[in-house]
DNA sequence: CCCGATTCCTGTAGGC
DNA sequence: TGCCTACAGGAATCGG
């Protein structure tokens, strides 16, 4: 399930042969993702150099002179640098061939994913014009998660994975972070205080941070792209671990659905 | 505007 | 062994 950490350990990864060469070819083997693959993408890439390879939230953002080519791996999509005689596997819908000799390969079993042409500037796509700050950068604090939680009746925990708030912090980092800074998932956010905030911002500043330097992490089969995978989830203190004990106090983990998502936390630790 | 529910999809796990 | 069902989740969309 990638969020921000996942996306940005592929982005590094694949970066090397990407960047600063040119697409040989588009190969979509099926186009039925989450919206249709445009018929019209081979011909918005092919021959064209990649001059840039950025990240926004999670849409990777392949820039080229002309426009971008914006890739969302959904939450079961994977992008592999492979040798061009690679064998398919089941899923591998899309191969994006490069000048680097180098076929890169998107793996998506529940085709959530996105791959789209923008011939736009990039933040004014419709997609990506009404998101929040990156939660690493300098826009992204306590201050601003109080200033946007005043009156509001949703739980924190859906607050904190709201795009429009903050980007790239899904399900498994939300739970991370709150446990960090010791606030209960189900509160309201109007209902969490100045101080409380400036803790979760910090915490998932941290927490995102430690995820990207240890590779992601990977649950089931996420990989980043040279096709290894991370080691975050070892870290994981309350994410999948109902029932199990926690790790300050000892005390049983419990879990609740919290806006149709599986939620975990100590309800001794997190008030 | 705000919020909860629904939707897309497939692999996996659990019950029987 | 196999069939069936529930569940996982990012984010757009819809209805109240």
Redesign the pocket.
Known sequence: ???LPEVETTRRGILPFVEGFVVEDLVVRNR?L?LPVPTTLKRCLRGRQVVALKRR???LLFEFEHGHLLV?????GSLCLVEAKQTLR??DHIDLCLSSGKVLRYHD????GLWLWTDQPVEEH??LR??GPEPLGPDFDGELLFQKSR?????VK??L?D??IV??I???Y?AEALFAARIRPTR???RVSRLEYQRLAEHSKRILAESIDQGGTTL??FVGGDGSPGYFAQELAV??REGESCGVCAGILK?K?I?????CFCPNCQK
Not at 109 to 112: A, K, M, N, S, V
């Open positions: 399930m990638p969020e039925s989450r939230a999670k849409y969302h791996l959904g939450m079961s089941k899923h079993p529940r085709r959530f419709a997609l009404h998101l009156k509001r009746k949703v739980a859906s607050f994975m795009g429009k980007v790239g899904g399900n498994i939300a309201a956010a109007g089931k089969d994410y999948g879990g659905v806006g149709q998502r599986a939620s």
